[in-house]
């Protein structure tokens, strides 16, 4: 009787440290979530410009919907925004100099854990003048971050979700979403240089003759190695395999 009591007390003492556990890493996640909901309700909260005594006829400069001002004071590693109208896609992308997957695992205050951020790795420039910048994010079960990536193999969501924007402190870029794959694991900027005319080419065939159920390739978009395109990467559910949405630059203001 006595070594089950004992045996009744190890298990309920068991049972009580998992939930703690568990609910101290959800609150830790809702915490980490949180930061990203606030620069979303801040991000068209811009500086307000003193005019100038003797205003000048010069060109109309481009009016950048985001506080880049107030977003890098927080964090200077945050050097562009993504939007893509319509989805949870809405958020700031960070890229970390010293350590090219720091923000896998780190939020853009530099808290640890999910959902980490959306960023580049410092293999590509920060500049979006690359020929491909690979934008990496978690697959959220909520759909947010780049949870809702996967409904792109659909035509009908793609022709309606087909523009992304990006911001930067000085530019926007339009790009036009032409394909969505269920690509292998392999790291795109190291296996490909899309520098040279052959490596390109070689990827854009190779999205071409993906075949399954969670690909879409318009065709009546075509894309060449003259091009500079965008491609969004997030996990899925099988380790060996990553999914691609795959848009092209269309405008540059």
């Given at each position: 009787m006595k070594k089950n009591k004992i045996l009744f007390w190890i298990c309920l003492l068991l049972?009580?440290?998992?939930?703690?556990?568990?609910?101290?890493y959800l609150l830790k996640q809702k915490d980490n979530q949180d930061i990203y909901e606030k620069v979303q309700e801040e991000k068209k909260e811009l500086p307000k410009k003193e005019p100038t005594e003797e205003p000048k006829v010069v060109?109309?400069?481009?009016?950048?919907?985001?506080?880049?001002?107030?977003l890098q004071?927080?964090?200077?590693?945050?050097?562009?925004?993504?939007?893509?109208?319509?989805?949870?896609?809405?958020?700031?992308?960070?890229?970390?100099?010293s350590?090219?997957?720091?923000?896998?695992d780190h939020t853009i205050e530099g808290a640890e854990g999910l959902p980490g951020s959306i960023y580049t790795e410092n293999l590509n420039t920060t500049t979006f003048q690359d020929k491909n910048t690979v934008v990496y994010g978690h697959n959220m079960r909520d759909k947010s971050m780049f949870g809702g990536l996967k409904y792109y193999?659909?035509?009908?969501?793609?022709?309606?979700?087909?523009?992304?924007?990006?911001?930067?402190?000085?530019?926007?870029?339009t790009y036009e979403v032409f394909g969505a794959v269920t690509y292998d694991d392999r790291h795109l900027l190291l296996s490909y240089d899309f520098n040279n005319t052959e490596d390109y080419?070689?990827?854009?065939?190779s999205l071409a003759q993906m075949r399954n159920m969670n690909t879409y390739i318009n065709?009546?978009?075509p894309v060449t190695t003259e091009d500079r395109i965008l491609t969004l990467s997030t996990c899925t559910g099988n380790e060996q395999q990553?999914?691609?949405?795959e848009a092209v630059l269309i405008d540059e203001k």
């Open positions: 049972v009580v440290g998992g939930f703690a556990v568990g609910g101290s060109l109309e400069p481009v009016e950048i919907p985001v506080n880049f001002q107030e004071a927080m964090n200077p590693d945050i050097y562009a925004w993504i939007e893509i109208p319509g989805t949870e896609v809405n958020y700031p992308i960070v890229q970390s100099a350590d090219r997957e720091y923000y896998l193999a659909d035509s009908t969501y793609m022709e309606e979700h087909k523009q992304i924007y990006i911001y930067t402190p000085e530019h926007i870029y080419q070689a990827f854009l065939d065709k009546e978009r990553r999914f691609l949405v």
